[in-house]
């Protein structure tokens, strides 16, 4: 029951892979060993974006995408600071959703809430606590299948506002794409990155060493992912997710008719047998995807997995479907794996109508750390 955003969305203007190099006043970004943090390091804040518009998820879904969004925030504003783009003309509509739950409300011209793809994913510097940088990953609509004028400008724009500098790469990424432990190990979609309609022309070795040098990695898993049946094209964050270094958190479809049955089965067999930047095996623990899904779950692009959930400080924010076996197996393996964390379920299907999950629609940027 895995499906996800279909590619029936409005297109718009390629923005492309321009920028060659790393560039940031009074900045030697190249000679600096930047390093991703797990989602799981503490965090500063969560960046979401209340993004949806009529144009994309159809005036009748629109009211509950809204509440959903605003629900997912205040649930996050409870563990941490919140700070949620909007536009202005949504502004009012906002507030009223948010009505005394502490978030900093900042306008902004939005094509779409994911803001997992269109902001910044965020680096520190482990040889200079304090230092961090946020990387601009070129988000051109998912390989130009949706409208992203104003989203490719949204990682520019909440760099300035978290006052950390700007950095660039050639690589057109979404940081649903990348999955890391913040020890030098990272999990990532063939299907996504390695896409003529991300970064035409480039191999797996270029893709890798550029990746190792952003990212601070040593050791990349591959997941071959799928193209072409989803607006992501498969993105990692809808398979596997790390939990803590060595331990991953991997999806598996039971449902034979599904086309993720095959993919997952797949996945499962590549993560049991990989070893990280350390050495060792992975261990891997299954959230099977709900099957006895409510009438709210319908349409193609529902996003059926419990992959996407998000780590703050101190909780893990999942959704549940309705599926009441697969919700409390799923809650109760989250517990299991993030022992010391509350685990908060959401229903959130108006999300997961238009194909995403809670770690689609919000962005962590990370407290500034020495070395892990």
Not at 290 to 312: D, E, S
Request: glycine share 10%; aromatic share 6%; net charge neutral.
């Amino acid at each position: 029951m895995g499906t996800r955003r279909t590619l029936l969305t409005k297109t718009g203007a390629c923005v492309g892979a321009s920028v060659l190099s790393w560039a940031s006043p009074g900045h030697s970004q190249a000679q600096i060993p930047w390093r991703m943090p797990d989602e799981g390091e503490p965090h500063l804040r969560t960046w979401m974006a209340f993004g949806a518009s009529a144009d994309i998820w159809g005036q009748a879904l629109l009211p509950a995408v809204q509440r959903d969004l605003a629900e997912l925030a205040r649930t996050i504003a409870r563990y941490e600071p919140v700070s949620m783009l909007v536009r202005h003309a949504e502004r009012a509509t906002a507030e009223k959703l948010l009505a005394g739950a502490p978030i900093r409300l900042i306008e902004a011209a939005l094509d779409d809430l994911w803001i997992r793809d269109t902001g910044p994913s965020f680096v520190v510097n482990p040889s200079r606590p304090g230092e961090r940088g946020a990387l601009q990953l070129n988000f051109n609509g998912w390989g130009n299948k949706q409208a992203h004028a104003q989203d490719a400008r949204v990682a520019a724009l909440i760099s300035g506002h978290a006052g950390v500098p700007l950095l660039h790469t050639p690589l057109v990424l979404e940081g649903g794409s990348l999955e890391v432990d913040g020890q030098g190990t990272a999990i990532i979609s063939e299907s996504c990155v390695l896409n003529p309609n991300r970064n035409p022309g480039l191999g797996k070795e270029a893709v890798e060493a550029e990746l190792k040098r952003l990212l601070g990695l040593t050791r990349i898993i591959w997941l071959p992912g799928i193209r072409g049946r989803d607006i992501t094209d498969g993105h990692t964050d809808f398979y596997a997710r790390f939990a803590r270094p060595g331990v991953v958190v991997a999806g598996y479809d039971p449902d034979p008719q599904s086309y993720d049955h095959a993919v997952t089965q797949a996945h499962l067999q590549i993560l049991r047998k990989a070893r990280d930047a350390r050495g060792l095996q992975l261990e891997v623990a299954v959230l099977q995807a709900p099957q006895a899904l409510g009438p709210k779950a319908q349409g193609a692009n529902f996003a059926a997995g419990y992959i996407g959930f998000y780590l703050c400080n101190g909780a893990v924010i999942s959704q549940k479907f309705g599926d009441d076996k697969a919700d409390q197996a799923a809650r109760h393996l989250l517990q299991q794996v993030f022992a010391g964390r509350v685990v908060e379920q959401l229903r959130m299907d108006a999300i997961a109508a238009g194909g995403g999950s809670v770690h689609c629609a919000t962005q962590q940027e990370p407290r500034a750390s020495a070395a892990a």
